[in-house]
C-alpha cells in the first residue's frame, strides 16, 4: 500500500489517472441459495488499484490497467485476485454543465481464486447516456453485457457441463446522483438483468434438474455443489451516501437488493452491504 | 523635462494619491476572501488605463486563481498545467468563449472587451469553476484570506465603491457606497452570502468486479 501510495503522485504526473479503493463488502446471501438453510452470508474486504490515461490522438478515448483482491472472511475459498484491462470512451454532445453525454466502456479480466472452480476470465461491455441537470442532480440509464468464463471444466454429474461459473447477462439499468452539498451525495440506482446466475447449495433435486451445468463448489462448504441456471431475471435497487474527503477521496456506503427469479420457484434474495474508500488522482 | 521636474512632479502625485483599504466581512462577521472591491472615479471616467496581459491558470484541475478581477479590455490567457486536457469556456453575456480540448498555453489570449462577470467552466470537469470580473474602473483589488484588500495610489477625489463576490446574495449595486478619498481611508462591508452549490468532485469506486 504504502508503495502504491508513493507511486500514485508519478502515475499522476505521466498523465495517468491513478485510483485506490478499500473497502468491505457484505452479502446476506453470499451462496446466491434458495432455501433458507444453504443461505450463506459472507463478508469481504477488497482492495483495488486502478489508472486511466487518455490516449494522446484521441482525448475521448482512454485506456486503463487495474488489479483487485477480495479477502471472504468465512468462504476462504471465495477468495480472489484479478488484474484486468479496459477502454473507455465518453464525449459530451454540447458545451456547458448540461450538456447531455455519452459513455461507453469494455473491459477485461483475469480471476484467480483459491479455489480452480471460481477461476474465471470476465469481460464486460457497456453504454451509458446521461445528463446533469444542475450542480446537484445527475441522471444516467444503459445497457451493459457481462460475460464470465470459467477456466476448468470439472464436471462431476454425466451429461452436465462443469462450468457452472461461465455466465452471461445482459443488464438495463439506470442511476442518479444527487448532491446535498459539497460533501455529500445521494445515490440511487436500478437495473435489470436477464441472463444465467451461478446458485450455491446443498444437494436439492428442483436446482438439480433447472440447471445446465453442475460442478462441486468448496468454497462453500465440502457439501455445496454449483448449479448455473438460465433465463434468471435479477432486479436490483441500490441506494447509497457518498462523503467527500478533501479533494482526492470519498467514502461511500451502498445497501442493495438482488431480487432473482430463476423460473421453476428457484427465486433468491441477496441483499449486499457496502462501505468503499476511494482516493484518485 | 529635468530631473527636478520630473521629481516635483512625483512629490506632487504622491500627495494626491491616497490608499484606499477594505475589509469584507459576511453576515456573521466572518472574512470574505476571493471579494472584489470596485472603486470608480465619479464624474469624468478616469484617464484610460493600459489593459494588461492577465493569466487564470489551471492547476490540478482548478482555475487558479478561482476569482480574477481583470480591466476591460484586458487579454487573459488560461495555461494549463495539468497533465489532463481542459477545455474552457463561457456562456456568459460579458464573454463567450470556447477553448477546445488543450493542453499547454492556448495560442490566442482571450480579450474581456465588455464589462461584467465571466463564469468560466471546463466541459470535461464539470466541478471546475471560475470567475472574471471585468471593471471598466481600474480601481479594483480582491480580498485575502482575511477578508482585506488595499486599492493603491488612488488619485484624489470622489468614488464610488462596490463589492462583488460569486456568492453575493444581494444585488451588487446594494453595495454602493460613496467615498472622498484625500488621504488613505479604510471601508468595511458586511455583506450576505448564498451557499455555495458546486458539482462534487468525489471519486466514485470504479466497480466490483462483477457479482454474478
Known amino acids: 500500500m504504502a508503495l502504491l501510495a508513493a507511486l500514485l503522485p508519478a502515475l499522476a504526473h505521466a498523465q495517468w489517472s491513478p485510483q485506490l479503493e478499500g473497502g468491505i463488502t457484505h452479502q446476506t446471501n453470499f451462496s446466491r441459495a434458495q432455501l433458507e438453510q444453504d443461505r450463506i452470508a ?3 474486504i477488497t482492495l483495488g488499484g486502478s489508472a486511466e490515461r487518455a ?5 475521448d478515448l482512454n485506456i486503463g490497467a487495474d488489479a483487485r483482491l477480495a479477502q471472504y472472511i468465512h468462504s476462504e475459498g471465495a477468495s480472489f485476485a484479478s488484474a484486468g484491462v479496459s477502454g473507455a470512451w465518453r464525449r459530451k454532445l454540447g458545451l456547458g454543465l448540461n450538456a447531455p453525454w455519452l459513455a461507453a466502456r469494455a473491459g477485461a479480466a483475469l480471476e484467480n481464486a483459491r479455489e ?6 470476465r469481460s464486460n461491455a457497456s453504454l451509458v447516456a446521461g445528463r446533469r441537470f444542475d450542480e446537484r442532480l445527475e441522471l444516467a440509464a444503459g445497457f451493459a453485457y457481462d460475460r464470465r468464463v470459467q477456466r476448468d471444466d470439472l464436471a462431476v454429474v454425466p451429461g452436465y ?5 461461465s455466465l452471461q447477462g445482459r443488464t438495463l439499468f439506470g442511476r442518479a446522483g444527487y448532491a446535498l452539498g459539497e460533501q455529500w451525495a445521494l445515490l440511487g440506482s436500478a437495473a435489470v438483468r436477464k441472463g444465467d446466475v451461478e446458485s450455491s447449495s446443498r444437494r436439492n433435486f428442483t436446482i438439480f434438474s433447472a440447471s445446465n451445468a453442475i460442478a462441486n463448489d468448496p468454497a462453500l462448504g465440502p457439501d455445496f455443489i454449483a448449479y448455473r441456471l438460465s433465463g434468471a431475471r435479477t432486479v436490483t435497487l441500490s441506494a447509497g451516501l457518498s462523503w467527500q474527503l478533501g479533494r482526492y477521496a470519498a467514502l461511500e456506503g ?3 437488493r438482488d431480487d432473482t427469479a430463476a423460473g421453476e420457484g ?3 434474495v441477496n441483499r449486499i452491504y457496502s462501505v468503499t474508500f476511494v482516493y484518485r488522482r | 523635462m529635468s530631473l527636478a521636474v520630473l521629481l516635483l512632479l512625483a512629490v506632487v502625485h504622491a500627495a494626491c494619491a491616497a490608499d484606499l483599504e477594505v475589509l469584507v466581512q459576511n453576515d456573521r462577521a466572518q472574512p470574505v476572501a476571493e471579494a472584489v472591491v470596485i472603486a470608480a472615479p465619479d464624474g469624468a471616467p478616469p484617464k484610460p488605463a493600459r489593459a494588461k496581459l492577465e493569466q487564470v491558470e489551471q492547476i490540478d484541475q482548478e482555475f487558479v486563481p478561482r476569482v480574477k478581477a481583470v480591466l476591460v479590455g484586458s487579454a487573459v490567457s488560461f495555461p494549463n498545467h495539468d497533465s489532463v486536457r481542459h477545455h474552457v469556456y463561457s456562456f456568459s453575456p460579458a464573454k463567450r468563449f470556447d477553448l477546445p480540448l488543450y493542453v499547454g498555453t492556448p495560442a490566442n489570449p482571450v480579450v474581456f472587451d465588455k464589462a461584467g462577470v465571466v463564469t ?3 466541459n470535461i470537469h464539470d466541478w471546475m469553476v471560475g470567475y472574471i470580473y471585468v471593471s471598466e474602473s481600474p480601481y479594483y483589488a480582491t480580498t485575502d484570506a482575511h477578508g482585506r484588500a488595499k486599492l493603491a495610489g488612488l488619485p484624489a477625489g470622489a468614488y464610488t465603491v462596490r463589492v462583488w463576490h460569486p456568492q453575493l446574495a444581494q444585488p451588487e449595486e446594494s453595495t454602493r457606497r460613496r467615498a472622498e478619498l484625500t488621504e488613505p481611508a479604510f471601508m468595511e462591508w458586511q455583506i450576505s452570502l448564498k451557499p455555495e452549490v458546486r458539482v462534487r468532485r ?3 469506486p470504479r466497480g466490483s468486479g462483477g457479482r454474478y
Do not use: E, M
Open chain 1, 161 to 165: 457441463g462443469g462450468k457452472p461459473f
Open chain 2, 202 to 204: 468525489a471519486p466514485a
Open chain 1, 42 to 44: 459472507d463478508t469481504a
Open chain 2, 120 to 122: 468560466i467552466g471546463c
Open chain 1, 55 to 59: 490516449l494522446p490522438f484521441a482525448a
Open chain 1, 116 to 121: 480452480r472452480v471460481r477461476d474465471a476470465t
Open chain 1, 254 to 256: 451502498n445497501a442493495s
Open chain 1, 266 to 268: 428457484l427465486d433468491y
